[in-house]
């Protein structure tokens, strides 16, 4: 059923209310009710993506950040909502993903609100950890074997040690030339 614009309002005032009293359950049933009417923008999607967080409801938090993030493909929250149920699932590398993007766009921000701020610092913990956790698992798959020095210097690059030095030349760029950081002193014996 279609609601007025201050039904809406009513409804959102409402479902705002039964969150700031602790009842995550009322909530959730206001701002579905908008959700179902066509009414929901992305802030009352984000309401419940955060109700059904409270609730324990990983599948339907995501759902309603994938709202959030269909309206608003750079939302911060919606992105950190989304890592966290990516890894509540298991799926430790998308959730990671999803970290890594908020992490990001968070820092194109030179003040954040307190709360988002903490948000995104117990995301930049869990795409360490997530990070961390995956480091050991290659290294473990990788224990035992030998790897050119070419190699180890891509999982060096991968896990950010390192960084990818292009040619930069100042007046004439010579194309195709290899993209090396340091040459080797044996390469030039003179």
Known sequence: MPFSIAEAENV????????R???????RRCFEK?????????????????????LGDCAGAEKAADEVLRLDSRNIRAMIIKGDSRGGAGDAR??????????????QYPSLPPELRSEVERAERAAADHSARYRAQLEAHLAGKAHSDRFLESLALMFGEKEIY???????YFPRLP???FFERADFPW
């Open 166 to 172: 292009l040619q930069k030349p100042s007046t004439y």
């Open 12 to 19: 959102a005032r409402a479902g705002a209310e039964a969150l």
């Open 21 to 27: 009293a602790g009842n995550a359950a009322e909530a």
């Open 179 to 181: 993209q090396i950081q």
């Open 94 to 107: 998308a959730a990671s993903s999803f970290y890594d993007a908020a992490i990001r766009a968070a820092a």
């Open 34 to 54: 908008l959700t179902e009417s066509g009414r929901a923008n992305v802030q009352i999607w984000l309401l419940l993506a955060h109700s059904c967080n409270l």
